[in-house]
């Protein structure tokens, strides 16, 4: 069979369009309480804009308790007062449309907070009518917990209600107590939570931990992790054969798919940290109505250098096609260290040049547009439980990652106001490095982002062309053409401080380069270069 390429005309928006994801706390305050709000992002509408994106992500603005910043659902119709209220968020909406913008949420099914009304009536008592909405065992036989299964926040996933004698599964927090979506009455009421926000006009969703939904019934022991190593997280020590990836959630996937068809054009991408062979069966394709996009994190996981990365995105690319899957690339999100400190700060526009001109959707994380770095928070201001409960693994707090959009250089970087606490510090470099100061600045990696969302729109192949390696027979530099009816873009990304002659390849017109110059065609790609050239 021959393969048709894809017209970029026929893109769907998600698969056309650069994602957004805003961490809602830290994007811009308008309550003056030093956290952001709905109201706050509607402010900033027109820098979003601006930014050549396609759609923007939400991490939970739901009501809860907190205690893992809102990925811990009291009520999943409503808005925490903390963010606004429903009405401010129909207006969220309404403007971001009004800007051609799309908005998604994150949907977080696998777990509800301990607030929830479910919880409460499920621990009512061993009767109640909602006892079996959450996963609820015996103890061992020694009295303590179940089986040995860990929280990913470290410590047992089991914990005891003494007054009924049973322990409840949590994957993260005690206060994060998992659904059981083997109950029908569960995924009827959270399918109805995905019809009541797309009824009020939201585009899609990205759906938190959706590789952990079922757990395998039999309850055993998992098997030690041979590879953990000491110093890292505790939930690594085990191998998560019962806890992860199971069959069943494959069923509940297309059942959530089924209710995101009863609307036109929405989409979900779904949180799965697996290894491509395992990912891609998550993937949406004409025969698999799965998740349209199945996030895939291999570019913050593999070491940074041109050939891992080379070997992993023709094997992923290749894997895609085959399976009819469309790709996707991430560099950065909440959980996960700032990718310019993780790669470096002269690799940072290599690194971006990468995630927007790969085949498929990539998916920014805010400030990482104007290289936002890790702000190392002091210990009396960590808020995160992922480091509090894990005071030995000094990488375990997400907090670094998760500060303030640094907007200008007044006090507080224009995330609050001036004599606001905000709830976490601002970065140290915030004087410098903002959108202020680098919309003023022609050379500013905001400017760069822009240029690069830019050539996406002006070059059809950067979006639906295909995507082929080539050898440039320099260990450091990765190169790769995007072709498309007759139009091809090459990529040339040098890795390392070197600098390579690299002949023929690429011999044409500069679109981009990450110096801001135009090199002549053919000439030698310079230390930590990315440069995007015509043919
Ligand atoms: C994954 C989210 O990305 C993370 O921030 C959260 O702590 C856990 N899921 C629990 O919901």
């Not at 907190?66 to 909406?93: H, K, Q, S, W």
């Not at 950065?332 to 995630?355: E, I, P, S, W």
């Not at 050898?471 to 990765?478: N, Y």
């Not at 401080?497 to 110059?517: C, F, K, V």
Request: contains cysteine.
């Amino acid at each position: 069979m021959t393969e048709r390429t894809t017209l970029a005309g026929e893109l769907k928006w998600w698969q056309r369009g650069i994602i957004y994801q805003i961490y809602p706390r830290s994007f811009q305050d308008s309550g003056g309480d030093g956290v952001g709000d709905l109201r706050g992002i509607t402010a900033r509408l027109p820098y979003l804009a601006s930014l050549g994106i396609e759609a923007v992500w939400l991490s939970p603005i739901f009501t809860s308790p907190m205690r893992d910043f809102g990925y811990d659902v009291a009520d999943y119709c409503n808005i925490d007062p903390l963010f606004g209220t429903l009405a401010d968020f129909d207006e969220l909406v309404a403007g971001a449309h009004a800007l051609g913008l799309k908005i998604m949420l994150d949907y977080v099914p696998n777990h509800t907070s301990s607030d929830h009304a479910w919880f409460r009536e499920s621990t009512a008592s061993r009767d109640s009518e909602k006892r079996d909405w959450y996963v609820w065992r015996d103890p061992a036989p020694d009295g303590g917990p179940p089986n040995n299964w860990v929280s990913f926040f470290g410590g047992p996933a089991w914990t005891l209600d003494p007054a009924s004698g049973q322990y409840y599964l949590h994957q993260f927090l005690p206060s994060q107590p998992d659904l059981n979506w083997r109950n029908p009455q569960v995924r009827a009421a959270m399918g109805d939570v995905l019809r009541f926000w797309m009824r009020r006009g939201v585009d899609g969703f990205r759906v938190d931990v959706i590789w952990l939904l079922a757990e395998d019934e039999r309850f055993l022991d998992e098997p030690e992790n041979p590879a953990w190593t000491p110093g890292t997280v505790e939930h690594a020590k085990l191998d998560h054969i019962y806890t992860q990836d199971q069959p069943e959630t494959h069923d509940y996937i297309r059942e959530m798919r089924r209710v995101l068809d009863e609307f036109d054009d929405r989409m979900m991408v779904g949180e799965i940290y697996l290894p491509m062979e395992k990912l891609l069966p998550y993937a949406g394709t004409a025969d698999a109505q799965m998740v349209h996009l199945p996030f895939n994190f291999h570019l913050i996981l593999l070491p940074w250098q041109a050939g891992v990365v080379r070997a992993f995105a023709d094997g992923y690319d290749a894997a895609s096609r085959a399976a009819g899957a469309w790709p996707n690339w991430v560099l950065g999100n909440h959980d996960q260290h700032r990718f310019k400190t993780r790669v470096g700060a002269a690799q940072y526009r290599v690194a971006q040049t990468l995630l927007l001109t790969l085949r498929g959707t990539p998916t920014v994380y805010y400030g990482d547009e104007i290289g936002m770095q890790n702000v190392p928070i002091p210990l009396d201001r960590m808020v995160d439980p992922a480091g509090l409960q894990q005071p030995d693994v000094p990488a375990a707090s997400r907090d670094p990652e998760r500060t303030p959009m640094q907007w200008d250089e007044t006090e507080n970087a224009g995330f609050t106001g001036a004599g606001i606490t905000p709830w976490l510090p601002l970065a140290d470099d915030a004087v410098a490095v903002n959108v202020a100061a680098q919309e003023a600045d022609s050379a500013s990696d905001l400017h760069y982002f822009r240029a690069l969302s830019r050539l996406r729109r002006e070059h059809p192949a950067l979006l639906a062309g295909s995507y082929t390696s080539l050898d440039t027979g320099a260990e450091d530099v990765l190169a790769y053409r995007r072709e498309l009816e007759g139009e091809t873009v090459t990529v040339l990304l040098n890795f390392g401080a070197g600098t390579h002659d690299l002949g023929d390849l690429g011999n044409g017109d500069t679109l981009l380069s990450s110096e801001g110059d135009r090199p002549q065609p053919g000439a030698p790609l310079r230390p930590n270069e990315a440069r995007i050239v015509l043919g």
